[in-house]
């Protein structure tokens, strides 16, 4: 059967959660669920080298511009004095901590550091070098890896050295990049000469080109870092700037799809006349304009959206005209609700969770509902993804 696999794991969702948290004030606890990624703190040190790239990178996560009000100062002499923390743009329970490098006035040995930094608040750490990574790097490793917590070392400004080096007959990239990487290694030991890293922990990348070189695979390793509620908060609360950043939000937003079907049910089981519909909607129209903004896809009248090729602009303009009001959802609820798809689904939920029988249909057609527009939305974000990348390309 076609729905078999994910009425399964709808099932084995719901299940868990009515089996851990019973069904009393449930509308309640899901909404303040579906809010949550909003909520978790998490604290990412950045630091190393003056001059490295830390301000920037910081920047460039975040998605802003190196110039905007709100951004990291960065300058080849703008110096970090004292820890600076910026918040992210769209959540701000996520902190990217500026930390002044080590053996600089306030912080001359790695006890102090240590002592006045309190790194054992942070989530991850990233490393910025300028070439190579030096004794007192290798010693805040050791440090960091005792308090049990994950670090990357990152060279950035790997444009620079490639468009240096492409000025030689004999230049090859990927020997480059290798050679780099190789010498990191090398200056990664400690004083027994033991390996502080392996490969897949140091990071070539480009502030200036975040969608070149290893920026992704950074953002992907920090990501898998993270325990699996500080990770799905950080993937929603990141700027689209990778394909597989992009799957992972769906994976996220599908997470989430049954707590909006449980929620539209939760209303169908009260009846309020003339106003349950109109709930419903109201629910899965904020839902959906939540994987419009989550997905990328632009407004009409941005810069975004003219760049953008006549086909993918219809299709963006479609959705940017059904998350306009509650009534073209409705027309699009309408138009998918499948009563046999609706039917499977029913089956599923009615034995897990009793109380929620008479809202089945419901959840099933809101679920339904969801997931189809979920598919049809991710398809576009590629599309725009994939011409946005191509204009970059061409600058
Ligand atoms: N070409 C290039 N320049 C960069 C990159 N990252 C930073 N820079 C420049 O390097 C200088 C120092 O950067 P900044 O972020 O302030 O370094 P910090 O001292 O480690 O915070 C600035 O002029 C940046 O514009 C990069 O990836 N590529
Ligand atoms: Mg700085």
């Not at 920047?59 to 960065?74: F, H, Q, S, V």
């Not at 309190?118 to 989530?123: A, D, G, P, S």
């Not at 750490?125 to 990357?152: A, Q």
Request: aromatic fraction near 10%; proline fraction near 4%.
């Amino acid at each position: 059967m076609a729905f078999k696999g994910w009425t399964e794991i709808i099932a084995m969702q719901v299940k868990e959660y009515f089996g851990q948290y019973g069904v009393s004030n449930i509308n309640e606890s899901l909404t303040k669920k579906l809010k949550s990624w909003q909520d978790v703190e998490m604290k990412i040190g950045i630091t190393g080298d003056s001059g490295a790239g830390k301000s920037s990178y910081i920047n460039a996560i975040r998605g802003i511009d190196d110039e905007d009000k709100e951004a990291a100062k960065t300058g080849p002499r703008e110096t970090t004095v004292k820890p600076t923390s910026y918040d992210h743009p769209t959540n701000p329970k996520i902190k990217f901590w500026d930390l002044p490098g080590i053996g600089t006035t306030n912080y001359p040995d790695l006890e102090t550091y240590c002592e006045k930094v309190k790194l054992e608040t942070y989530n991850a750490f990233l490393i910025f070098t300028n070439n190579r990574f030096t004794e007192i790097d290798n010693k805040l490793v050791k440090k960091i890896r005792s308090i049990d917590k994950r670090f990357f070392f990152i060279c950035a400004k790997i444009d620079q050295e490639v468009r240096a080096e492409k000025r030689k007959r004999s230049f090859n990239e990927d020997a480059m990049l290798e050679e780099i990487r190789r010498d990191c290694l090398k200056n990664l030991v400690d004083e027994g000469s033991n390996q502080l890293s392996n490969e897949q922990n140091i990071f070539l990348i480009s502030n200036h080109y975040p969608d070149k070189w290893e920026f992704d695979r950074l953002t992907q390793a920090i990501l898998d870092a993270l325990p699996t509620y500080q990770r799905e908060s950080l993937i929603l609360s990141l700027g689209i700037l990778s394909p597989d950043l992009l799957q992972r939000k769906v994976q996220v937003l599908k997470r989430r799809m049954w707590m909006v079907a449980s929620l539209s049910a939760g209303v169908a089981v009260v009846p309020l006349p003339g106003v349950s519909a109109a709930t419903d909607l109201v629910l899965i129209t904020r839902e959906i304009r939540f994987y419009k903004s989550q997905l990328g896809l632009p407004d009409k009248g941005t810069p975004g959206f003219a760049m953008l090729c006549v086909d993918t602009q219809r299709q963006v303009a479609d959705f940017c005209s059904m998350v306009a009001n509650t009534s073209n959802v409705g027309v699009f609820m309408a138009a998918y609700a499948s009563q046999q798809a609706a039917e499977e689904v029913t089956r599923f939920i009615i034995p897990l969770v009793g109380l929620l029988a008479a809202g089945a249909m419901s959840f099933a057609n809101t679920y339904l509902c969801l997931k189809h527009c979920l598919e049809q939305m991710e398809q576009t974000a590629l599309l725009v993804h994939k011409e946005a990348f191509q204009n970059v390309q061409k600058d």
